[in-house]
Each structure stands twice: as C-alpha cells, then as structure tokens.
C-alpha cells in the first residue's frame, strides 16, 4: 500500500461520456499532482496543485478538468475524451516544499472508445 | 527542456547476475533524481531518491550513484532475482518553486529468468 489511492482501476468510456477519476493520498502531503502515461511515452506531468491551489497546468487540453477540494484529494474531471487520450493516469503526492520525494498511486488505466 | 534518456530500453539477464541501468539527463540543473520500479499496469514505487549535493544512495541490493556535473545516474541491481523483473524509471526534478516536479525517462524494461 503506497498511501496513495486511484479510483477506478479501470475505466472504459465513449467520447461523448463524463467521467471522474479520483485520488487520495494518506500520507499529510498537501501537494498532489496527475501524470499521464502513454503506450512508448515517458511519462507527462499534466497538473500541479500545491496547497490546494493549481500551480501549474502543462498545456492540457480543456477536455480535463481537475480540482482539489482539499489536501488529501484530487479529481481529474473528464468530458468528450479522443481515443489518443487513451493512458494510465497516475496521481502522486508530495510535500509542497521543493523536491521532496513523491509517491505515486496505482494507476486508472482509461480506455476511450 | 530537460530531456531524460535511459539505456537500455530493455535487458534480460539470467538470475543471479549484476546488472547496470543507466540515464542521463541533458540539464545538469537537478534538485535530486529518483529511480522508480513498475510492474505491469501498475503504479510507480519509489526505490531510491539522490540529492544533488549526493554521490550515491544504497537500499538492501540497490545502489544508485550519480554525476550531476556530467549528467548522469546509474542503478546497479546485485544478485538478480525474478521478482525484480519492472519497469525501471529515471525521474529529474528540477529547481522548481515548490513541489516535486518530475521529468521521466522512457524507462529499461527488465526481465531476470530463473
């Protein structure tokens, strides 16, 4: 168990559903990030909360959403997806102070159809 | 841009053997590096993390040295067993504001055959 929690495991979804993806991490961290990890890619950083506010957003198409609600959970809010979307999405949680180790979640492995 | 490059992309070694990962990273600019194991359709677990005031870290058959100056890491994995057949990561984190933000590398694929 690595303190870090993704829900769900597994997601299939058609391009005009809505969907969540949720995270939480037991670990008293109040920065929390979401990656991206696709087929032959190095994983992409995509969003940065640190303190519960976004600090960064790497040029993520609008089609996700996240949000914060407080320190110990993230959501990744996702609507009208493409098939290239397509990914393990990862959550991970660090200290907000600047870098310290982080911890990853197991994954929400997305399949677009 | 930072840029992370692992070598090999995969290794299959017979059980028993030592073995070497390497990486290196293109901004010599680090704040510390992290090496990551992956199972298949799994999350990452953390092995070991280097400050870049650091040499080298060791965890039990784990030894991860590095070279900022050159831009280079190296994770050296004694007596190989089956069980530590992953994925291997190479993470950068640079000196951001706050937070840990990590530029990975694709990763060397291990396989150790019984």
């Known amino acids: 168990e690595t303190g870090v929690t993704q829900t769900p495991r597994h997601l299939v979804m058609g391009m005009t559903n809505k969907k969540s993806l949720k995270c939480e991490q037991h670990?008293?961290?109040?920065?929390m990030y979401w990656y991206k990890q696709s087929a032959k890619k190095p994983l992409e950083l995509m969003f940065v909360y640190s303190l519960e506010e976004r600090v960064e957003n790497n040029s993520v198409p609008s089609r996700f959403s996240p949000e914060c609600p407080n320190s110990s959970h993230l959501f990744l809010h996702l609507h009208t997806l493409q098939p290239e979307d397509s990914a393990l999405y990862l959550c991970a949680s660090s200290q907000e102070s600047v870098g310290t180790e982080a911890f990853f979640g197991q994954g929400t492995r997305l399949t677009v159809v | 841009k930072q840029e992370v490059t692992q070598i090999p992309a995969a290794l299959s070694v017979p059980e028993g053997e030592n073995l070497v990962l390497n990486c290196s990273f293109t901004d010599s600019a680090i704040y510390n590096l992290q090496w990551f194991r992956q199972d298949p359709g799994k999350g990452l677990t953390s092995l070991l993390l280097?400050?870049?005031?650091?040499r080298e870290q060791t965890s039990g058959r784990l030894n991860a040295s590095l070279d900022k100056s050159s831009g280079r890491s190296t994770l050296y994995i004694a007596a190989s067993q089956p069980g530590d057949s992953a994925t291997y990561l190479c993470?950068?984190?640079?000196?951001?504001?706050?937070?840990?933000?990590?530029?990975f590398g694709e990763g060397t694929q291990l396989t150790v055959n019984p």
């Open positions: 993470a950068v984190s640079g000196w951001e504001t706050s937070g840990s933000r990590l530029t």
């Open positions: 280097i400050q870049s005031s650091q």
């Open positions: 670990l008293g961290h109040n920065a």
